[in-house]
Structure formats: C-alpha cells, structure tokens
C-alpha cells in the first residue's frame, strides 16, 4: 500500500465541498465491514439503506425456515479477534434471528450504526463529469454529493414475483417469501399455497407442513437438495471452534469456494465405483455443503460423472419418499446435482409423505390464473388462505437495474448490462468512475463474507491509494475490462454449469431479457484464490487498468 502524504487525521478534510467522501449503498454484510474500515480511517462516509434497519439479506428474509447454508462460523467476520472470541453461534447452521443479531452486535459492538442512514432508497446516481464527483438522489427527493460510491446492494436482494392473471384478485394474504411479514403470522390451520421450489421453498416447505392444515405445493422443475445435518454448537464445542478460528479461515481462502470443504482431488477415475459410493455414503450423513464441494472436482466438468454422481443422490431421495411416483417428480431429470446452486434441506424430501401436502407437477398443468379464493390450474382449482412466492431473484444485477446510475457521458449502467454485466474485475465499471463493487457481478462465487471482505479490503487501500496521491478520479481502461469480460466467460467453457436454468447464467423466467438461451456471465468461476491473486497483483503493480487522475 502507497504511503499516506496527509495525516490520519487530516483524511476527513479532503474534498470538504462535498457531502460524503464516500457513500456505501446497502447496510449488509458487506456494507458494515466497508463503513468499519472506514470509520477507522476518519473518512466521512455514511451508509444508505432503503430498509428500516440494518442487515440487508437477514433483515429481510424471516420465513420460517430460513437459516445459512454456510458453517454458521466460517460466516463470522474475520476482522476482528475480539468479534470471534465474544460471538457463540448456537447452531452449526444458524438461523435467520440469530445472524441478525450477530450483525446488530457487530454493528453496536464498533459502534458503527451513527454513520448508518435507513429508509433511502438510492434511485438515482449520475456522475459529475466537471467535479468528479456523484450526486445521489433519493426516493425522498434529497440529494447527496459524494467523491465515491460504494455499492453494498446485494446479489440476491430484488425478488422477483412471477406474472399471473389475477394476482391482486386474492383476497387472503399474498407475498414473496422474501418479504415474509415481520409481525408473527400463525399458519396454524391454515390452508397454504407455494409456489416454488428452489432453495428458499426448500427451507421454508417442511417448516409450513408442521402447522398448516394443508400445503399445496406448485412444482415446475424439481430441484437437487442434500441434507444440512444442523446440530446444536455447545460451550466446549465453540470453545475449540475459537481456537481454531486462523485455520478455519486459512482453509477458507485456500479453497475455492470459501468455505472449509476442499475438493477430493483423487481423481473420479482413479477410483473404482464402489470407492466413489464410499465417499458419497460418508458425505451424504455429514454436514453443509460437504456433498457438493468436498466431491470430486470431475462431477463439475464431465457428463458422465455428474450422472453418476446424480443417479447416486436419485437413489437417496427415491429411499426417502414413500410414494414411488412423487419421488420421481422431486428428482430433476432436465440437469445434473451440482450445476445449480444446492439447496440444502431438514426433513423436505419426508415432507412429501405427509397427509397434508401435496405436490403439483405444475410443468404438466400449469397455474392458469390466481383467483379471489385461490389458484386455478389448467386441471383444477385449489383454494387456500395464503399464498406464498417462493420464486427467487432479479439476482446479481437486479439492485443495480433499479437505480438509474449514469456515468461519465450520461450512459446508463442498466443499458451497458442489459445483455449481462460488464466489469472490471467485478469491482468497477469501465465509464462509471469512482464506482465500487463490493461483491458485484463477476466476482468468485463464494461463501459470502470471506468474498466481501476480500472486496473491502482491495476498495479501502485504492482510496487510501488516491488519497495519498492526490487523485480525484478512476477510470477502467477498456482493454483490462474487455480481456476481463473475455476471461470470466472463458472460464464458463467446460463447466457444466454453463448450461444450468440457474441464476449463474442469468436464468429467470419472470424477467424479460433472463430466456433460457441468453447466458449473462454472472459469477468468476476461476475460484477464489485465483480472484484474490488478481486482485492483490493489480493493486501491487499500480492498480493496472485503471487511470487516475
Ligand atoms: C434466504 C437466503 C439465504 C442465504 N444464505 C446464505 C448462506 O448460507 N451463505 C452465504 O454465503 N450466502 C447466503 N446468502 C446470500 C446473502 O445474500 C449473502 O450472504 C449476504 O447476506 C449479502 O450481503 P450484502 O451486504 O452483499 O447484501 P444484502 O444483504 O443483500 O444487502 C443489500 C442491502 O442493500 C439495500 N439496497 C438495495 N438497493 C437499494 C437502493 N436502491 N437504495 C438503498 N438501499 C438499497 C437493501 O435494502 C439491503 O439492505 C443467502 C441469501 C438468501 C436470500
């Protein structure tokens, strides 16, 4: 990192004339560590959030149900020592409230919360070509000038409703699981209907089933799920997991993903059949994400193994439902396990042998129309009390097509993506100067707090870095964004994954522009170490592709 010319206390006088020197949209995950690292700097920076409260993704999402996929502690914060030894997560997996309160601790903890402004909704950025500087515009009409903006907005925070006839005809209660309503709503005896079957649903369905009196369940592609095998985090175990804490997070960053569970590296093929089922049997039984990234790298690449590897967790959920005909319904035939993000489930597939749940095959009759009393299909209607979307997200660059954010000649961010995103080391934006990413589109997929701060820590020295030097401005050469762009699709070749129905190709059937067939290369699938390195060695050598001035 360059030498700071100015001292410490000296950073919160640069550009004075303006209102922030940097504004960080979104108060999750990866808008609290950005307003920490730079509350620690002195630098006047706020925080905007359209929600009423901190959290971003576990403020909104309070279905019952909803809890990490990730190892509750490999989605702790690093950054702090004190953080880690103070926080006892009480189950491997926590749910919903408890992350909620780990960020509200967090946040109180550093005392961060007076830089933090809720209920803005940002609808508008537009660059200053003259001053080098943002003017942001909210909902509420004020105005906001900054030298930097710094996008927290999520990849998965614009859900998105699907486009039935009738859906404000209904008269009982309707919403996005998303948005499950923060006042407690009892389900008890109720007759509910969900439609959807992807990760959130998956979550949410075997919870609904213990109350309701009836759950209906619309189903239009199954989806793969292996089980999450929670379990309670005592005072010893937390304990040992504390002490463990530097080589948790070392195997984090070696690993792909960000998450403890390495790749076998056997090798698929050097293995015999019943070698293979051996490590599957073991996985299947152990908890989180095990089954899918501690399995052999070849399941990610090559057909042939991937069936297998599908027809093995086809016969574990064919074991597990009672009705031979219902269990070939919930096993995916149109993709391979593992090329879609896994969902992962308590008790969902033993759900379906429950009296009060039943499964529409909603491909082979289809909802027609939502009505005042409930569903109609093109067989027959179902009346329920409550309908809930589970249907997903305008993932990745839904946030940002929201806001009308133009750049230096007036283009607009949301016409620069409308085929898919375009990015310089998915942290900035070639004509969008002095824009940041935290997280944005074509980074690594990965356990997400070890993503984000792996972004907050590149976007606080480059601002140091041009604090120090006196710049005012960036700029993203086109050549690095085009080779850039050339490279993350480049590493969409040869995974399997490049022709998933999914949200990593920009799949959604609910967005115009999202048709199967037009991929948007969303993620880097180059894996995390990789990403890291291009990110320290660019900073290392100047910041290469970008100008500054
Ligand atoms: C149900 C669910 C479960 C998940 N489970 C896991 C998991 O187990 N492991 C994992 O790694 N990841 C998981 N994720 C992904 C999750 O989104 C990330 O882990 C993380 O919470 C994202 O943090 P963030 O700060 O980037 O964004 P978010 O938490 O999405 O926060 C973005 C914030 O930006 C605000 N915002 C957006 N637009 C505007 C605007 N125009 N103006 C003002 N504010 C705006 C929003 O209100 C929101 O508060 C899950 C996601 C969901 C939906």
């Given at each position: 990192?360059?030498?700071?010319?100015?001292?410490?206390?000296?950073?919160?006088?640069?550009?004075?004339?303006?209102?922030?020197?940097?504004?960080?949209?979104?108060?999750?995950?990866?808008?609290?560590?950005?307003?920490?690292?730079?509350?620690?700097?002195?630098?006047?920076?706020?925080?905007?959030?359209?929600?009423?409260?901190?959290?971003?993704?576990?403020?909104?999402?309070?279905?019952?149900?909803?809890?990490f996929d990730s190892?509750?502690?490999?989605?702790?914060?690093?950054?702090?020592?004190?953080?880690?030894?103070?926080?006892?997560?009480?189950?491997?997996?926590?749910?919903?409230?408890?992350?909620?309160?780990?960020?509200?601790?967090?946040?109180?903890?550093?005392?961060?919360?007076?830089?933090?402004?809720?209920?803005?909704?940002?609808?508008?950025?537009?660059?200053?070509?003259?001053?080098?500087?943002?003017?942001?515009?909210?909902?509420?009409?004020?105005?906001?000038?900054?030298?930097?903006?710094?996008?927290?907005?999520?990849i998965l925070?614009?859900p998105t409703?699907?486009?039935?006839?009738?859906?404000?005809?209904?008269?009982?209660?309707?919403?996005?699981a998303s948005?499950?309503?923060?006042?407690?709503?009892?389900?008890?005896?109720?007759?509910?209907?969900?439609v959807g079957t992807g990760a959130t649903a998956i979550q949410l369905i075997?919870?609904?089933?213990?109350?309701?009196?009836?759950?209906?369940v619309?189903q239009r592609r199954a989806n793969w799920a292996a089980p999450l095998?929670?379990?309670?985090?005592?005072?010893?175990?937390?304990?040992?997991?504390?002490?463990?804490?530097?080589?948790?997070?070392?195997?984090?960053?070696?690993?792909p993903g960000g998450f403890?569970h390495?790749p076998?590296?056997?090798?698929?093929?050097?293995?015999?059949?019943?070698?293979?089922?051996?490590?599957w049997?073991?996985l299947y039984?152990?908890?989180g994400f095990g089954i899918w990234l501690q399995n052999f790298t070849e399941i990610f690449f090559d057909e042939?193994a991937n069936a297998e590897f599908s027809a093995y967790i086809a016969?574990r959920i064919?074991?597990?439902?009672?009705?031979?005909?219902?269990?070939?319904l919930l096993i995916p035939k149109d993709h391979g396990f593992g090329i879609q993000r896994v969902p992962l489930e308590?008790?969902y597939f033993?759900?379906?042998?429950?009296?009060?749940?039943?499964?529409?095959?909603s491909a082979?009759?289809?909802?027609?129309?939502?009505?005042?009393?409930?569903?109609?299909?093109?067989?027959?209607?179902?009346?329920?009390?409550?309908?809930?979307?589970a249907t997903g997200f305008d993932a990745f660059t839904g946030?940002?097509?929201?806001?009308?954010?133009?750049?230096?000649?007036?283009?607009?961010?949301?016409?620069?993506?409308?085929?898919g995103?375009?990015?310089?080391?998915?942290?900035?934006?070639?004509?969008?100067?002095?824009?940041?990413?935290?997280?944005?589109p074509q980074t690594a997929a990965s356990n997400f707090?070890?993503?984000?701060?792996?972004?907050?820590?590149?976007?606080?020295?480059?601002?140091?870095?041009?604090?120090?030097?006196?710049?005012?401005?960036?700029?993203?050469?086109?050549?690095?964004?085009?080779?850039?762009?050339?490279?993350v699709?480049?590493m969409y070749k040869g995974m399997l994954l490049r022709n998933a129905k999914s949200w990593i190709t920009g799949y959604n059937s609910n967005l115009?522009?999202h048709e199967y067939g037009n991929v948007r290369y969303n993620i880097y699938n180059?894996g995390?170490?990789?990403?890291?390195?291009?990110?320290?060695?660019?900073?290392?050598?100047?910041?290469?592709?970008?100008?500054?001035?």
């Amino acid at each position: 990192m360059a030498e700071r010319a100015i001292g410490l206390e000296d950073i919160a006088n640069i550009d004075a004339h303006l209102d922030y020197q940097a504004v960080i949209i979104g108060a999750g995950v990866a808008g609290i560590y950005q307003i920490k690292r730079l509350a620690d700097l002195g630098v006047r920076a706020t925080v905007l959030d359209a929600n009423a409260d901190l959290g971003g993704t576990w403020y909104n999402n309070r279905y019952p149900g909803a809890r990490f996929d990730s190892e509750s502690y490999t989605y702790s914060y690093s950054f702090s020592r004190e953080l880690l030894d103070e926080w006892h997560w009480t189950e491997r997996f926590a749910p919903q409230p408890e992350t909620l309160q780990y960020l509200n601790y967090t946040t109180d903890k550093f005392d961060l919360r007076k830089f933090m402004q809720f209920g803005c909704r940002v609808e508008s950025m537009v660059f200053q070509d003259a001053t080098n500087s943002w003017v942001i515009g909210l909902e509420d009409g004020r105005q906001i000038t900054t030298r930097f903006v710094i996008s927290g907005l999520g990849i998965l925070s614009k859900p998105t409703l699907p486009k039935f006839a009738g859906m404000d005809s209904f008269k009982g209660l309707s919403f996005h699981a998303s948005n499950w309503p923060h006042e407690p709503l009892d389900l008890t005896g109720k007759r509910v209907a969900l439609v959807g079957t992807g990760a959130t649903a998956i979550q949410l369905i075997p919870e609904v089933a213990k109350v309701a009196a009836q759950l209906t369940v619309f189903q239009r592609r199954a989806n793969w799920a292996a089980p999450l095998n929670n379990a309670p985090i005592s005072e010893s175990e937390m304990a040992a997991i504390r002490g463990r804490y530097d080589e948790i997070f070392a195997a984090c960053a070696r690993s792909p993903g960000g998450f403890e569970h390495e790749p076998d590296r056997r090798g698929f093929y050097n293995l015999s059949p019943e070698q293979r089922r051996e490590l599957w049997d073991k996985l299947y039984d152990e908890p989180g994400f095990g089954i899918w990234l501690q399995n052999f790298t070849e399941i990610f690449f090559d057909e042939k193994a991937n069936a297998e590897f599908s027809a093995y967790i086809a016969e574990r959920i064919r074991r597990r439902v009672n009705d031979p005909g219902l269990a070939e319904l919930l096993i995916p035939k149109d993709h391979g396990f593992g090329i879609q993000r896994v969902p992962l489930e308590t008790g969902y597939f033993e759900t379906y042998n429950r009296d009060n749940v039943v499964l529409v095959n909603s491909a082979q009759t289809p909802i027609v129309r939502i009505t005042p009393n409930g569903i109609e299909t093109s067989e027959g209607t179902f009346d329920c009390d409550v309908i809930v979307y589970a249907t997903g997200f305008d993932a990745f660059t839904g946030a940002f097509d929201h806001i009308d954010i133009r750049g230096a000649d007036g283009e607009r961010l949301r016409d620069k993506w409308a085929k898919g995103p375009v990015t310089y080391l998915g942290a900035t934006v070639r004509g969008f100067p002095n824009f940041l990413m935290l997280v944005g589109p074509q980074t690594a997929a990965s356990n997400f707090p070890r993503g984000a701060e792996l972004s907050v820590d590149w976007v606080t020295p480059l601002l140091e870095y041009m604090w120090a030097h006196g710049h005012n401005r960036f700029d993203v050469d086109e050549v690095a964004e085009a080779e850039w762009v050339e490279h993350v699709k480049d590493m969409y070749k040869g995974m399997l994954l490049r022709n998933a129905k999914s949200w990593i190709t920009g799949y959604n059937s609910n967005l115009e522009g999202h048709e199967y067939g037009n991929v948007r290369y969303n993620i880097y699938n180059g894996g995390g170490p990789r990403y890291a390195k291009m990110l320290s060695e660019m900073a290392a050598n100047n910041y290469e592709g970008m100008h500054f001035r």
